[in-house]
């Protein structure tokens, strides 16, 4: 870090001189334009480039063992051009898991394809998908997973428990795209101001965003369960219970969202409250047990995921700060 002299002209004008390695590194002379731009926390960016397009970011790779996994790595980190190439032939399997890649990630298309390389490119405009946009639609779907498999494991219905495995895979692409242009606006502020997200609000958005895909993997944990329960059958006051649990911890849930999203600390600190209210609420459920034995193992299981859930809402709570005027 440097430190310069602000210094004032006899007219009243305000001016600091600018590093010279800097200057000279970014191609400045006399003359040429530099924007500067104002940042909501005050702070003055200066941009010596404002006019020119931005050059995608491409990197090449080559197989590994690891390879979708890296594909996902390298989307993550924002690059818009991913060439996997090797010296001889690309493998069926290799073709395959780019291929399952690119299906994981919104926007990530193959654009060119032959027998030793494959170019995937990113076809998004990272200024048309706001975070909070993004954020709201993983939840909704992540909310009807949670409320869907409850609803599957207690009527046994097998093809309701399918769909809300088959949904979570969207929830996912979801969470990789608010991930990519988090990661976006952190390296490029002025792309912040556009979107109307500070830096320094990335980071609650981004661990809010993985708890309400987490919530998503809960759902898929209960869906999961009712694919086991087959023709067992669940007593009526074990599943009325079950229903009052999956009420309370679904409107927790729903609070906790909205006080992040609203920055509404006493709807947080109302989720916050409840945990003594679900604590019982599981004690009960277990002390209903009087079930077969082959049943008992599933519904405590399910009660166990419904309740980590509520400890997702209260993580989901912590993250609600008051909003500064």
């Known amino acids: 870090m440097e430190l310069r002299k602000v210094q ?43 006019d020119a ?12 063992p690891y390879l979708d996994r890296e594909i996902v790595g390298k989307y993550l980190l924002g690059y818009d051009v991913i060439r996997v190439e090797v010296k001889n032939r690309i493998s069926p399997h290799e073709r395959a898991l780019i291929k399952h890649a690119s299906r994981r990630l919104v926007g990530l298309e193959i654009v060119e394809e032959d027998y030793a390389r494959i170019v995937l490119q990113c076809l998004l405009e990272p200024a048309a998908f706001p975070p909070e946009k993004i954020l709201r639609r993983e939840y909704n779907i992540a909310a009807g997973m949670h409320r869907d498999a409850v609803s599957a494991f207690l009527e046994g219905d097998v093809h309701l428990a399918k769909n809300v495995i088959a949904r979570d895979d969207e929830v996912n692409r979801l969470y990789f795209l608010l991930v990519r242009i988090l990661r976006t606006i952190i390296q490029n502020p002025n792309l912040g101001e556009k979107l109307e997200i500070r830096s320094i609000d990335c980071l609650d958005c981004r661990m809010c965003a993985s708890l309400v895909e987490t919530i998503g993997d809960r759902a898929v944990e209960i869906a ?91 993580d989901i709570a912590d993250l609600v700060m008051p909003k500064e005027l």
């Not at 390695?21 to 010596?48: F, I, N, Y």
């Not at 397009?53 to 590994?64: A, D, M, N, Q, Y």
């Open 53 to 64: 397009e931005r050059k995608p970011l491409s990197v090449t790779i080559r197989p590994t």
């Open 8 to 50: 004032r002209t006899n007219s009243g004008t305000f001016f600091v001189s600018l590093p010279k390695d800097w200057a000279e590194r970014v191609g400045l002379d006399k003359g040429m334009v530099l924007a500067v731009l104002e940042t909501s926390d005050g702070r003055l960016c200066l941009d010596p480039q404002y």
């Open 224 to 314: 999961c369960k009712a694919l086991l329960l087959k023709a067992l059958k669940i007593s009526k006051e074990v599943s009325k219970l079950m229903n009052k649990f999956h009420s309370m911890v679904f409107k927790a849930q729903e609070k906790a969202l909205k006080a992040f999203f609203g920055h509404t600390v006493v709807l947080a600190e109302e989720v916050r409250n409840e945990r003594a209210k679900m604590e019982s609420m599981l004690h009960d459920i277990e002390a209903a047990m009087k079930q077969s034995e082959e049943v008992v193992p599933l519904i405590l299981a399910v009660a166990s995921s419904m309740y980590r859930i509520f400890g997702h809402c209260v």
